[in-house]
């Protein structure tokens, strides 16, 4: 599975930004898919992902700020960033889980069955 993402870049505090990123190779229904992001100095954090049936799990820095959304039929994830701050300032790395189930209730079982893309660059501006 490759995964190609594209949105980031320069961004004043206070705007507003939309990451893409679209699957392709694979033949078979990606369960989960989402958005993480490495700080400099920081381990990789999850930021959101969305399952095959809509759920969702964000962050709590970005709950309320950030959505997630997907197209399952064309096997694309979004992040639509709202209101950012300099604080997500970060390389942001889109995911696609083939195996991990998400519960409604924020559980998410990954089965190491993980792809990853490039990452994208998302640089907030105070």
């Known amino acids: 599975v490759q995964l190609q993402a594209s949105g980031g870049g320069l961004v004043q505090a206070g705007g507003s930004l939309r990451l893409s990123c679209a699957a392709s190779?694979?033949?078979?229904?990606?369960?989960?898919m989402g958005w993480y992001r490495q700080a400099p100095g920081k381990e990789r954090e999850l930021v959101a992902i969305i399952s095959n049936g809509g759920t969702t799990k964000y962050a709590g820095s970005v709950k309320g700020r950030f959505a997630i959304s997907r197209d399952n039929a064309n096997d694309t994830v979004y992040l639509h960033m709202n209101s950012v701050k300099p604080e997500d300032t970060a390389v942001y790395y889109c995911m696609a889980d083939m195996n991990g189930s998400l519960r409604p209730d924020g559980t998410y079982y990954n089965y190491d069955m993980d792809f990853w893309g490039k990452g994208t660059q998302v640089t907030v501006s105070s």
């Open positions: 190779g694979s033949a078979l229904s990606i369960n989960i």
